[in-house]
Structure formats: C-alpha cells, structure tokens
C-alpha cells in the first residue's frame, strides 16, 4: 500500500486492514497534520511540565503500578503522561485515523487511554513487551489498537519503538504454554522474538523500526510484541499516543496506580 495515501483512509482503508491483520502494524508518514502535531505538542509541553513540577524530583519505580495517576516510569528515563483527549482540546473520533479504527473495532469502539510518552538522553532500550494479552486460544481480530504520533522528526538514534513483525499472532499464551502472560505484559528481561518460536520451526519475527518524521502515525495491534528503543541522541523523544477498544472490552494493566502526585507530599 501507499503510506502516504492514507490521509483520508478512504480507498486505502482495505489495504490498511489487510496490513495491520498481517503484521500487525501500519506506519502511515503525514497522517497528522502540521497543525494538529504542532497544537498535541503544545499540550503536552505544558502537562508534561506541570506534572513533572508536581513531583519535585522524587523517585518512583517502575511500571503502572508504582506510578502515579499522572505520570508512569514505564522503564528507565521512559515516561507515560496522560492527557485525554478533552484535554488534548481534540475529538478522538474527528482525528485523522478514526475511519480505521472504526473498521477494526467497530464504530462504537471506545477510547481507552491518551497522553505523551517520552524518554530522556540516555534512555536504554526498554524490553520487549504487549500492551494487553490475547483473550482466546483462538486468533481474533485485535481487541485494542494504539496510535501513537511523532511529535517531531525523530531519527533512529532518538529511539522510536520498534515492533516484532507478525509477532501479536504468536503472544498468545492461552495457545502456548511456554509463554506467562504477566511476563509478556510487564516486560520481563526473557521475554524476547525468539521465546515466541522457540521449540519450533517458524521464523523468529522481525524487529522493524524505521526513522519517523513529524506528523507519522504508528498504528499496531495491542497484542505485537514491542519495545522502545534506546536514545542514544542528546534530545528528548516524544511520542503522543491514542488507544482504543472494543465496546465491552476492559483493559486494566496500562494505568494501576491508585495515589496522585499532588497529594505525594502531604
């Protein structure tokens, strides 16, 4: 398919389908327009700084459930800030890549969560990872997607995430044993492409990254297997994000935290 036709997701919307049922991603270049990039950057500039203020430089840990409500440290200098979309002043079903996810998920699919994520200078690469597990021994159609937009040109050296292509049809542990489910969603230090095939004589998938420009739109299936990858730039990488889901879908392991970071030092 042509990437770049994608800015209506009109004729391409089949092959946009097709693709993202085959590899289980899609990276549409100029989806976002300068405008909309410029306005997400905006506001999460401002969120982000606020929150980060909030803290005052205390320590948190790693994972949802060591965060807070406003700010996850989803690996070493890796973090999640959310901002919903009456937040980001935005109506996540006028945005660009709706019409593909209402093909997938079905036109009353829901929002599920939105914000920034970003990683300082230095961040290591984060280990492989799902955003939420399979939910039948049988392969479905994806019960979440994510999108996540660049917010800047952001060269390999920057870190942009990099997906095991193909990999969301073989996470599925209710069909594989060898694979833990918790270990696949919390990014366990074994949990590898290679884990996904191993015993047998499948190809292990691919690890795709590609150098993103302003405005490109990563749209993946919430089951493939990926990661961020380390900044190894001087600049700070942010990404802003928009996920979704089945009507009736529950999702429970992105944000756990039960406590504010307002209230952390009263």
């Given at each position: 398919?042509?990437?770049?036709?994608?800015?209506?997701?009109?004729?391409?919307?089949?092959?946009?389908?097709?693709?993202?049922?085959?590899?289980?991603?899609?990276l549409v270049e100029g989806l976002g327009d300068p405008e909309l990039v410029a306005h997400l950057l905006e506001v999460s500039l401002s969120r982000s700084n606020e929150v980060m203020a909030a803290l005052g430089?205390?320590?948190?840990?790693?994972?949802?459930?060591?965060?807070?409500?406003?700010?996850?440290?989803?690996?070493?200098?890796?973090?999640?800030?959310?901002?919903?979309?009456?937040?980001?002043?935005?109506?996540?079903?006028?945005?660009?890549?709706?019409?593909?996810?209402?093909?997938?998920?079905?036109?009353?699919?829901?929002?599920?969560?939105?914000?920034?994520?970003?990683?300082?200078?230095?961040?290591?690469?984060?280990?492989?990872?799902?955003?939420?597990?399979?939910?039948?021994?049988?392969?479905?159609?994806?019960?979440?997607?994510?999108?996540?937009v660049a917010l800047h040109d952001t060269p390999l050296a920057m870190g942009p995430t990099e997906l095991a292509r193909g990999s969301h049809r073989l996470t599925n542990h209710l069909q594989n044993p060898a694979?833990?489910?918790?270990?696949?969603?919390?990014?366990?230090?074994?949990?590898?492409?290679?884990?996904?095939?191993?015993?047998?004589?499948?190809?292990?998938?691919?690890?795709?990254?590609?150098?993103?420009?302003?405005?490109?739109?990563?749209?993946?299936?919430?089951?493939?297997?990926?990661?961020?990858?380390?900044?190894?730039?001087?600049?700070?990488?942010?990404?802003?994000?928009?996920?979704?889901?089945?009507?009736?879908?529950?999702?429970?392991?992105?944000?756990?935290?039960?406590?504010?970071?307002?209230?952390?030092?009263?």
């Open positions: 398919m042509n990437d770049t036709d994608l800015s209506a997701l009109g004729k391409s919307l089949a092959n946009a389908q097709q693709q993202l049922e085959n590899d289980g991603y899609l430089g205390q320590t948190i840990g790693i994972g949802s459930a060591a965060g807070f409500d406003e700010v996850v440290q989803r690996s070493p200098g890796r973090w999640d800030i959310p901002i919903s979309p009456p937040e980001f002043g935005v109506n996540e079903r006028a945005l660009p890549w709706w019409p593909l996810i209402a093909a997938v998920l079905g036109d009353n699919a829901e929002h599920s969560f939105s914000g920034v994520v970003y990683s300082d200078p230095g961040t290591p690469a984060q280990c492989w990872h799902i955003d939420s597990p399979h939910v039948s021994s049988d392969h479905l159609l994806p019960h979440a997607l994510n999108v996540m694979l833990v489910s918790d270990e696949l969603v919390y990014q366990h230090e074994k949990t590898v492409p290679e884990q996904l095939v191993a015993n047998t004589e499948q190809a292990v998938p691919e690890g795709v990254s590609s150098l993103l420009t302003a405005g490109s739109c990563l749209i993946f299936d919430d089951r493939i297997l990926h990661r961020g990858r380390a900044n190894d730039s001087t600049s700070r990488r942010s990404m802003v994000y928009f996920s979704y889901r089945q009507a009736g879908y529950a999702a429970n392991t992105h944000f756990e935290a039960q406590r504010s970071v307002y209230d952390a030092g009263r």
